[in-house]
């Protein structure tokens, strides 16, 4: 497995891996346009895993210069259980120690079972605060599972 930091030409296999999960939800935010632009401002803490070549693995970080922010952690149903997730989170996590960065934080859906893992891997749900929305962008944000 190579870990590499991602590039704007993975973003094809990206949308596969990340498509590829029952309940998650694409997005415009995942737009080429928006992906590329995101990584303008956070290719520091982006990271893809490749296994022969093939993406296997991804993580999106970015921080607002106080807090960090964990997007889109997918590890190929296949490759899972080998700890490329645990790989993945510790590259971005680190990347964001190294930015000065004290506390990250991640948004799940509550039901995802997903949650496990970040519990296994030192994060912590939160009961003292609650998460608002607000769509900004007319449909731009279609598809995106609004409770």
Known sequence: MN?????KSDYEELMILWSGFPGNTMTGA???EDFERFLN????????AFENGSLIGSVMAGNDSRRGYIYHLAVDES???KGIGNVLM??????LKDAGIEKAHLFIYSDNT???FYEK??????SDIAVMSKVLIGDKY???RIE
């Open 3 to 7: 870990i590499a930091a991602m590039k």
């Open 30 to 32: 995942d737009s080429r």
């Open 41 to 48: 401002r956070n290719a520091d803490y982006c990271f893809s």
């Open 79 to 81: 490759q899972q259980g």
């Open 90 to 95: 510790t590259a971005s996590e680190n990347a």
């Open 114 to 116: 997903a949650i496990e």
């Open 121 to 126: 891997t030192g994060w912590h749900r939160r």
């Open 142 to 144: 279609m598809g995106t």
